[in-house]
């Protein structure tokens, strides 16, 4: 269907907004078009350029059971415990 080189994937992305503690946690939705994800839908909690850690994301046959899924993992989880520690030098 698509031309990519070995081991590209291809997404489609649809992004949510989660208001948390006064700050705003994006959720983008990958639906996969080419390539191999965790599932058919992914369901990954952003900062932007900080991608939370891989046991806070979603997986569903669909975009909606990907974002509950997420949803789920995330409910009681501090903003701070999402997202890998920043590496020192």
Do not use: W
């Amino acid at each position: 269907m698509f031309e990519l080189n070995e081991g590209d994937i291809l997404t489609r992305v649809k992004r949510y907004n989660l208001i948390r503690q006064q700050r705003m946690i994006y959720i983008d939705i990958h639906e996969t078009l080419a390539g191999s994800l965790a599932g058919k839908y992914v369901a990954v909690p952003n900062l932007v350029n900080i991608v939370a850690k891989q046991q806070y994301q979603g997986i569903g046959e669909s975009d909606m059971a990907a974002l509950e899924d997420c949803l789920e993992k995330i409910k009681h989880v501090g903003l701070m415990e999402l997202f890998p520690e920043k590496k020192s030098p």
